[in-house]
Structure formats: structure tokens, C-alpha cells
């Protein structure tokens, strides 16, 4: 019996199980959207460097934020004096999403140390959650995705970065080329082919319908806030069957 055979025959009770293999595993399935995604972090370095970003800073908050979105919102605010707190909440407005994926999750997640749990989602990003909550919905482990992938993306993230930091010059505008919708799109492929069930058609009815709803009457930003809390605590409260 092969090791992929014997992956899938483990119980949902194991799913949450994962070893060096595994990440190993997903850190090279990972690989081919990587490439991709040193396309978007190319974006970033040249709008850092056009944005009058020293070359170290940059690198840095690519190394420790790994958040695209947050980083391209936060050159928007960059200048002689950064004004913290106005940062500091639209980066948490834009990553409020992370409190869905944490929810979608939760049903495994639960089943891991605080240390482990805390420490998978560090690397959680749009597409390796998506893929990872995919191999769960088809009853297969899928923090092996969730980490090595994270490692994937986050690496070629870097490597992206200082791509467009030294030889990015040539790209004036890579907004108007549609750089910075490359992960938006990955997501909503995995959206449109992940699990359906009832319960992920709540969670994303809901999260779509209160985001909307603050789009249009509450201050700017807050509807990623909204989106993610409302669907997160329906995901939390609404607890998925045991197989």
C-alpha cells in the first residue's frame, strides 16, 4: 500500500494530522501558483520603490506582514510621517478575512495543540487555505497543504518582492495591468469548485450579504470587517457534523 493510499484512508478524526512529508507534500503542489504569485510580489516592490520605500523596509514587511492587500493599502498611506493608528486598522479591516478562514477551519484545528494551531495559521494565506479546506471537504489531511504551501507562497513572495525592488523599473503602473488580482482570482476558482454543503453556503451567503450591506452604509473598509466577523461567528457557532 502506497503512502498516498494510506493518506487517504485515514479517519476524519486524523485529518488534522500532519507530518514532514506532508508539508513537504504541499510545499510542491504549491509551487505552480507560486510562480504566480512572484508576479504579484513583484508588483509590490515596484510600487514600494516608486512609493520612496528604502529596499531593506520593503523586504522586511514582505518577511513579517506576508499580506499583499495590506501592503499595497499601507504604501497608500506612506509618507514623511505614517499615521500608525489609521495603518494599523485598515491593515487589521483588510486581514479581517483570516477570522473566516480560522472558522472554516476550526472543526480541525480544534483537534491541535495551541501551540500547533497558532503557529499553522501563521503561514495561512487565500490559496493555501482554500486548497487545504478543499482536502477536508474530500476527507483528506489537509494542514500539509495549509503549511508547506504557506511556505511556498511566502517564500516566492520574497523572492517577488526583491524582483521588482532591483529590476521592476520598466513597470510604470502594475495595477493597470491587473498584477494585484492574481490571488483574487485563485480564490474565487477554489470557491467556485470547493465543498458544498449547506453550512459553507451559509457562512459565505452570509458573510457576501452583511459585507455588502456595510459597503454601502458604513465607512469605507469596514465591510471586510463586517464580511468576515458575521460569516466567522456563523462558522464557529454552526459546528460541522463529525463523520
Not at 104 to 129: C, E, F, H, I
Not at 134 to 160: D, T
Request: hydrophobic share 55%; charged share 10%; proline share 5%.
Amino acid at each position: 500500500m502506497t503512502e498516498n493510499t494510506q493518506h487517504l484512508q485515514r479517519s476524519s478524526t486524523e485529518l488534522h494530522e500532519f507530518t514532514r512529508i506532508d508539508v513537504w507534500n504541499g510545499f510542491t503542489q504549491l509551487l505552480p501558483l507560486s510562480m504566480f504569485v512572484i508576479v504579484f510580489g513583484l508588483a509590490f516592490g515596484v510600487a514600494a520603490a516608486q512609493t520612496g520605500l528604502d529596499e531593506f523596509p520593503t523586504l522586511l514587511m514582505s518577511t513579517l506582514v506576508f499580506a499583499g492587500a495590506s501592503q499595497f493599502a499601507t504604501l497608500d498611506m506612506w509618507g514623511a510621517e505614517v499615521p500608525l493608528i489609521p495603518v494599523l486598522i485598515t491593515v487589521f479591516a483588510i486581514n479581517a478575512r483570516h477570522l473566516l478562514m480560522g472558522a472554516t477551519l476550526y472543526p480541525w484545528l480544534r483537534q491541535l495543540p495551541p501551540a500547533k494551531r497558532y503557529g499553522v495559521m501563521l503561514v495561512a494565506s487565500d490559496a493555501n487555505w482554500a486548497m487545504a479546506l478543499n482536502a477536508f471537504g474530500r476527507k483528506e489531511p489537509g494542514f500539509g497543504l495549509l503549511v508547506g504551501g504557506g511556505l511556498a507562497l511566502w517564500s516566492f513572495w520574497i523572492i517577488g518582492t526583491w524582483v521588482g525592488i532591483y529590476f521592476g523599473s520598466a513597470i510604470q503602473d502594475p495595477v493597470s495591468l491587473g498584477l494585484d488580482m492574481v490571488m483574487g482570482c485563485f480564490l474565487l476558482s477554489m470557491v467556485v469548485v470547493g465543498p458544498k454543503s449547506l453550512r459553507i453556503f451559509a457562512i459565505w451567503t452570509t458573510a457576501a450579504a452583511s459585507s455588502m450591506l456595510a459597503y454601502w452604509y458604513l465607512p469605507e473598509n469596514s465591510h471586510v470587517v463586517v464580511g468576515a466577523i458575521s460569516g466567522g461567528v456563523l462558522g464557529a457557532c454552526w459546528k460541522e457534523k463529525k463523520a
